[in-house]
C-alpha cells in the first residue's frame, strides 16, 4: 500500500495544491458562517448542492434529513464506489455569534474545526480532481452530512449510508481537528434521558413527600458511584439536568441526560443495566420513572493492517507524519458497524471545539488536504479497498 500511495504522489500534479489550500480556507469561513445547529442544515446543504454544480457532479440531490448528494464518474462506475463524507452540523444555536477572528497563523470563529475544515476539506479534494481532469478509477460520492451532533445521533450518515451501500465498498469521513490521526474503530455509545415525576406539594406544608428533583438527585448519586472498567474502556456523563418549579415548590418533575460510551458493546450494555437497575430500586408508588433513549451509536472496527488503514498512514508517512489510530464516535460507526471499511481523517489541527473561542491552525491545512487527496485517490482505485 505505501507504494501504490508514493506512486500516486509523483505521479499527481501539485503546482495548484496552493490554490487548493486557499480554496478550501475560503470556502470552511465560508460555511461558518451559515448557521446549522442540527436539524436546521438545509441552508448549508444548499450551499454545498450549489458548489457540486460548479464541478459538474451527478445525482445531485437533497434529502429529506438534508444530506447532499454528489456523483464523481470514474472509469469504471459499475464498480463499488468510495464515499467521501464531512457533516454539516454544529453544537451551536442558529443565533449564535459566528464573528471570526484572525490571529498570526489561527483563525478563530464557533463550529470552524468541527466541522467547517472537513467540509472545506472535501470541496478542496473536489476542486482538485476537476481541476486537474482526473478520473478516478471509480466513482466518488460527495456527501456533506447532516444530524452527526449530539441528539442528531448520526441521523444523518445513517440515512446516507442506506442510500448508497449497495453502490460503495469503503468510506473516508472528515473531521477538521483531527489531522495526522486516522480513526479505524467506532466506540459504542448510548445516551438516556431519565425523567421521574410525583405528586410535588409545598416545601414545608408537605414535607416529607418524594421530590422528582430529589430522586434524580438519588439516581445521579447512585450512577456517580459506578466504576466502569478501564479495559475496554467505558464512561459515562451526566450532561444536563432539569426540573423542579420553584424553590419552595416538592418538583413534580425531574430529568437528567445520560451518556455512556465503550469501546466493548457488551460492556456498554452492562453499564446501562446498572443504571437501569438502580431506576428500579428507586422506583416507588410515589416516585415513577421513565426511561427514553435518545442516542444508539454503533460500534464497529477494522484492524490496523486492513488496506484502507494502510493507506491513510502511507499518505501521512509522504508528508512526513507518523500517523496515530485512534477509536472514537465519528459518523464512521455507521459503515463500520455494518462491516464497510471506513476512517476518518483530519484536514488541520486546533482546539476547543464546541467552544465559542474554537479555532483552527492554517500552517496544516495544506499537508491535510494533500494526505486527503492520496488517500481518495488510493481508495477510488484499489479493489482491495
Known amino acids: 500500500m505505501r507504494e501504490l500511495v508514493a506512486k500516486l504522489d509523483q505521479m499527481l500534479d501539485w503546482s495548484i495544491l496552493p490554490t487548493i489550500t486557499q480554496y478550501t480556507i475560503d470556502q470552511s469561513t465560508t460555511l461558518q458562517q451559515i448557521p446549522a445547529p442540527t436539524f436546521q442544515e438545509k441552508a448549508r446543504a444548499n450551499y454545498v448542492i450549489d458548489l457540486y454544480r460548479q464541478f459538474d457532479l451527478r445525482d445531485l440531490h437533497i434529502d429529506s434529513v438534508y444530506n447532499a448528494y454528489g456523483r464523481l464518474p470514474g472509469k469504471n462506475s459499475d464498480h463499488p464506489a468510495l464515499m467521501v463524507s464531512a457533516h454539516t452540523d454544529t453544537v451551536f444555536p442558529a ?104 405528586a410535588g406539594g409545598h416545601s414545608w406544608l408537605h414535607y416529607g413527600r418524594q421530590s422528582a428533583i430529589h430522586g434524580i438527585i438519588q439516581l445521579g448519586s447512585r450512577i456517580l458511584a459506578l466504576d466502569p472498567p478501564q479495559a475496554p474502556r467505558t464512561t459515562y456523563n451526566i450532561g444536563m439536568l432539569e426540573g423542579g418549579q420553584g424553590i419552595n415548590v416538592i418538583a413534580t418533575s425531574a430529568g437528567m441526560w445520560l451518556d455512556m460510551r465503550s469501546e466493548s458493546p457488551q460492556a456498554l450494555a452492562q453499564l446501562e443495566q446498572q443504571v437501569r437497575g438502580h431506576v428500579a430500586d428507586l422506583t416507588s408508588e410515589d416516585l415513577s420513572f ?70 483552527v491552525e492554517l500552517g496544516p491545512v495544506t499537508d491535510g488536504v494533500r494526505q486527503l487527496i492520496l488517500l481518495a485517490l488510493a481508495g477510488a482505485g484499489s479493489e482491495k479497498l
Open 95 to 198: 443565533d449564535a455569534d459566528l464573528t471570526q477572528r484572525r490571529e498570526a497563523n489561527l483563525i478563530y470563529g464557533p463550529g470552524l474545526g468541527d466541522n467547517c475544515f472537513g467540509l472545506g476539506g472535501m470541496l478542496g479534494l473536489l476542486a482538485f480532481v476537476c481541476g486537474q481532469n482526473i478520473v478516478p478509477d471509480r466513482d466518488i460520492w460527495f456527501v456533506a452530512t447532516s444530524r452527526e451532533e449530539g441528539l442528531g445521533d448520526l441521523g444523518g450518515i445513517k440515512a446516507a449510508y442506506e442510500t448508497l451501500k449497495s453502490r460503495i465498498h469503503s468510506v473516508v469521513n472528515l473531521e477538521g481537528l483531527a489531522f495526522g490521526h486516522i480513526y479505524h474503530a467506532g466506540i459504542a455509545v448510548r445516551r438516556l434521558h431519565i425523567t421521574t415525576a410525583g
Open 290 to 359: 421513565q426511561v427514553e433513549v435518545v442516542g444508539d451509536r454503533p460500534a464497529g472496527s477494522i484492524p490496523a493492517e486492513h488496506p484502507l488503514v494502510q493507506a491513510g498512514l502511507a499518505a501521512l508517512a509522504q508528508l512526513g507524519v507518523q500517523g496515530i489510530l485512534e477509536t472514537g464516535s465519528t459518523d464512521a460507526n455507521v459503515p463500520l458497524a455494518d462491516g464497510c471499511p471506513a476512517v476518518t481523517i483530519g484536514i488541520t489541527r486546533g482546539g476547543n471545539a464546541h467552544r465559542l473561542d474554537e479555532y
